[in-house]
């Protein structure tokens, strides 16, 4: 991290970018993964094959995390066998991460015609070609609500694998009155109301129309923005939702 801080562009302060994304590239992640699975099946080529083909079926297929059920079909109880003999350790998930940073890194990248600027690790410089631009690091405390609070539009692109789980980046966003384009899935439309409190796509080409139309509309961006605020604030905030699950749990009343 010492070392990743050093070579990070310093921030400038300029915080009213097109768009705006903070968050992990997971490059270095992804290779990590990488390596440790051939360390895993060094010597198993057919093996490796096999891990090769789920994980290309799923860069196929990124709107849906597939990796379990294609491992089942492709290699039948390797997952198990790996958990027992090393661990716990879950080579899905290994493949998870690979994937997952392809997606982002792939998907974000092509926002970078339309000015997308990015906070986060050194990974992110693998897409300055596609001219998004990297920010470095930025500070947890001051920065983050400054973006939060001036970029003209954010993107969410959640982690592959935790697709049945709504970022904490999507309620920070809205809490500081940003404008969310999301990754529609089932739990993100439960809580909030696309084109009217944040908007949604499903596709790269999709996310890109969607901010480019924004892009164009201030007043529609400053009306969604608003809702969404105000529908976190009313709904989401830290408080209300642990209470919610103590309430649950039968430890305190609701409300």
């Known amino acids: 991290l010492a070392r990743e801080a050093a070579e990070a562009p310093a921030t400038d302060g300029d915080y009213a970018v097109p768009i705006a994304f903070i968050g992990a590239s997971m490059a270095e992640s992804g290779k990590g993964m990488q390596a440790r699975l051939r360390e895993l099946f060094a010597g198993q080529p057919a093996v490796l094959e096999r891990l090769g083909k789920v994980t ?87 920065e983050l ?42 739990e993100l439309v439960a809580l909030f109301k696309p ?21 164009s509309q201030p007043d529609l961006r400053t009306r969604i923005a608003a809702a969404g605020k105000a529908r976190v604030l009313s709904d989401h905030t830290i408080h209300q939702r642990m209470g919610r699950i103590l309430a649950e749990m039968d430890l305190v009343p609701e409300g």
């Open 56 to 142: 290309q079926i799923q860069r196929n297929d990124p709107s849906r995390w597939r990796v379990p059920e294609l491992m089942e079909t492709l290699l039948p109880g390797v997952r198990a066998k790996i958990r027992r003999e090393h661990d716990g350790l879950d080579i899905a998930m290994l493949l998870g991460e690979v994937c997952a940073a392809e997606k982002r890194l792939s998907w974000l990248a092509h926002l970078g015609g339309l000015g997308l600027h990015v906070w986060g690790d050194a990974g992110w410089s693998l897409v300055a070609a596609h001219g998004v631009t990297w920010r470095g690091w930025a500070d947890h405390f001051t």
């Open 145 to 186: 609500p400054a973006i939060y609070a001036q970029a003209k539009v954010h993107v969410d692109v959640p982690r592959l694998y935790q697709q049945d789980a709504v970022a904490m980046r999507v309620f920070d966003v809205m809490a500081a009155g940003g404008f969310l384009v999301a990754e529609h899935s089932p």
């Open 195 to 215: 084109g009217v409190e944040l908007e949604t796509y499903r596709t790269p080409a999709e996310l890109v129309a969607k901010c480019r139309f924004y892009l």
